[in-house]
């Protein structure tokens, strides 16, 4: 699998022991998502998606202090069990959500009987790619990951 060329990039990516369709699974369900997303110590304690193109993915993710983080965005892409995508470019009914500040990519190759995940942060401006690092988007992404991996390695049924 291929990724395009992006200027204002910022990825992750790992192998995973376990089969794609899994990962998948626990991207596009709510009951699992809410499990892993967000870094260690945050909750995730709304998430709400509409899996088809413009439908909606919303979550609120949730600090230990009580601060909270809402994302609001729409599918662009939806390729099972492969990739997603989604923007916060949109609001459900393509209505412009204002600020943009990035899309996502998820890409998930079957390689050997494992998952090459590949998840990228595509931002609008340079800018924004500095500031999403700045906020800790390796730091932040890859505790998700962490989550994500035991999830679906360990607590999750096939």
């Not at 809410?34 to 709304?46: A, L, S």
């Not at 990519?105 to 998952?115: A, I, N, R, S, W």
């Amino acid at each position: 699998m291929n990724l395009a060329a992006a200027p204002y990039a910022l990825s992750i990516s790992r192998m995973i022991d376990a089969p794609r369709q899994k990962i998948f699974r626990a991207w596009t369900e709510p009951a699992l998502l809410v499990q892993w997303w967000g870094p260690h110590g945050m909750t995730t304690p709304e998430c709400e998606m509409d899996l088809w193109v413009g439908g909606q993915f919303r979550t609120l993710m949730r600090a230990p202090d009580g601060s909270e983080y809402p994302t609001m965005g729409v599918f662009l892409e939806i390729l099972a069990p492969q990739r997603l995508v989604f923007t916060d470019a949109f609001v459900p009914g393509w209505i412009p959500s204002g600020k943009a500040f990035m899309t996502a990519e998820v890409l998930l190759e079957e390689v050997d009987g494992k998952t090459r995940y590949t998840a990228r942060a595509l931002h609008w401006s340079e800018e924004d790619r500095q500031a999403h690092e700045a906020m800790g988007f390796h730091e932040g992404w890859g505790q998700s990951l962490d989550r994500l991996e035991t999830l679906v390695t360990q607590g999750m049924p096939d």
